[in-house]
T-cell receptor, first 111, second 117 residues
Framework: KNQVEQSPQSLIILEGKNCTLQCNYTVSPFSNLRWYKQDTGRGPVSLTIMTFSENTKSNGRYTATLDADTKQSSLHITASQLSDSASYICVVSQARGKLQFGAGTQVVVTP | GAVVSQHPSWVICKSGTSVKIECRSLDFQATTMFWYRQFPKQSLMLMATSNEGSKATYEQGVEKDKFLINHASLTLSTLTVTSAHPEDSSFYIC?????????????FGPGTRLTVT
């Protein structure tokens, strides 16, 4: 069973609208949680990294939240742009351990 | 941020031939590099972990004799797909970990698209 579950699997949003992606994890012990953006045919690019003590972190129009007690994270995209069309991957890291990847949420922004 | 490059970005080869993919950390030393495989609409799957100067550690189900990994320097790791078959067609992504300074941050390469005909 995957230790990192993402929802929805995919979503379509209109340009300019906001959206929120969800990530639930069971990975333990927990070191940090990362959100990556992966464009088609490209490698993942880091958006945010949060440790246990951080509740929120922003990177431009991307805002990630983390609730370490409930083991949930979200990624909010504000005022979406066409270039936001990509797969967004939630990754949980154990201390010095390998990364646990979610399956990703495929976001399509339409004009 | 740190930069990781891969070469080639895409390659087409005939069944039965071998293909080598290079992964380089351009502005930092990476004691550890990782190789991932990604099939369409799926997430990254770790194939192996390589540490500079030692043998790679392969994940369960990954054939070490088929996917040869060499990590001869702190900035270069290579993955050789030997006797490639069409089912090996996939997107191969490497990442390099910055073990110095305590960050343990992994930086991903842009990926290599392998098509075996």
């Amino acid at each position: 069973k995957n230790q990192v579950e993402q929802s929805p699997q995919s979503l379509i949003i209109l340009e300019g609208k906001n959206c929120t992606l969800q990530c639930n994890y069971t990975v333990s012990p927990f070191s940090n949680l990362r959100w990556y953006k992966q464009d088609t045919g490209r490698g993942p690019v880091s958006l945010t990294i949060m440790t246990f003590s951080e509740n929120t972190k922003s990177n431009g129009r991307y805002t990630a939240t983390l609730d370490a007690d409930t083991k949930q994270s979200s990624l909010h995209i504000t005022a979406s742009q066409l270039s936001d069309s990509a797969s967004y991957i939630c990754v949980v890291s154990q201390a010095r351990g390998k990364l646990q990847f979610g399956a990703g949420t495929q976001v399509v922004v339409t004009p | 941020g740190a930069v990781v490059s891969q070469h080639p970005s895409w390659v087409i080869c005939k069944s039965g031939t071998s293909v080598k993919i290079e992964c380089r950390s351009l502005d930092f030393q990476a004691t550890t590099m990782f190789w991932y495989r990604q099939f369409p609409k799926q997430s990254l799957m770790l194939m192996a972990t390589s540490n500079e100067g030692s043998k790679a550690t392969y994940e369960q189900g990954v054939e070490k004799d088929k996917f040869l990994i060499n990590h001869a320097s702190l900035t270069l790791s290579t993955l050789t797909v030997t006797s490639a078959h069409p089912e090996d067609s996939s997107f191969y992504i490497c990442s390099a970990r910055d073990n110095y300074g305590g960050t343990y941050e992994q930086y991903f390469g842009p990926g290599t698209r392998l098509t075996v005909t």
